[in-house]
């Protein structure tokens, strides 16, 4: 009989493999998010959505480019922004993060459950999703370590940007 050599390195990457598969969303959930986001007007998607690395539960990241709306700083779309979302009943849960350095309205989507958060006038994020997307085909290995590590900080509570200040975008620079 013959013997299959199993290199160290091997084991477990079917494992990883099948829980990436697992965590990613099946055509039903992909729908129901490109849904949820043409609720805002002219959107730039952005973040892990965009790049197809998010988790079921990560939110939705969105630039709102308002620079010809006469609006003098992002803060004050913001809180106007909220103001609409809270009359309209739209959102709940809703959290503005002014004093950030990239300022942003957190709040999930009642009809869909979805969470978001939206930035005004931020255009780095948009511009690195072709970058990290070119960085994700060219090294096919960096999707599963990014899922893995986002699991691994969500489950620590250190997945939010605001608050622990490290984002996909890093990992994938760092790497």
Known sequence: MGHILILPTMVGVAEIVDFCDFLSPTPEEQA??????????????????????????????????????????????????????????????????????????????????VTFDISFDVDNGPKAVEFIKEAVLKWPQLRPLCLILKVFLQQRDLNEVCIFGFSIRYWTLAS
Request: charged content about 25%.
């Open 32 to 113: 129901a998010r490109d849904v949820a986001v043409h609720f805002v007007f002219y959107p730039e998607v952005f973040g892990s959505f965009r790049k197809g690395l998010y988790l079921p539960t990560s939110d939705i990241d969105v630039s709102i480019m308002i620079l010809e709306s006469g609006i003098k700083n992002p803060q004050t779309g913001l809180y106007a922004l909220s103001r609409v979302l809270s009359q309209r009943g739209i959102a709940k849960k809703m959290q503005v993060i002014a004093k950030a350095r990239v300022p942003i309205i957190k709040f999930v989507k009642k009809k869909s459950g």
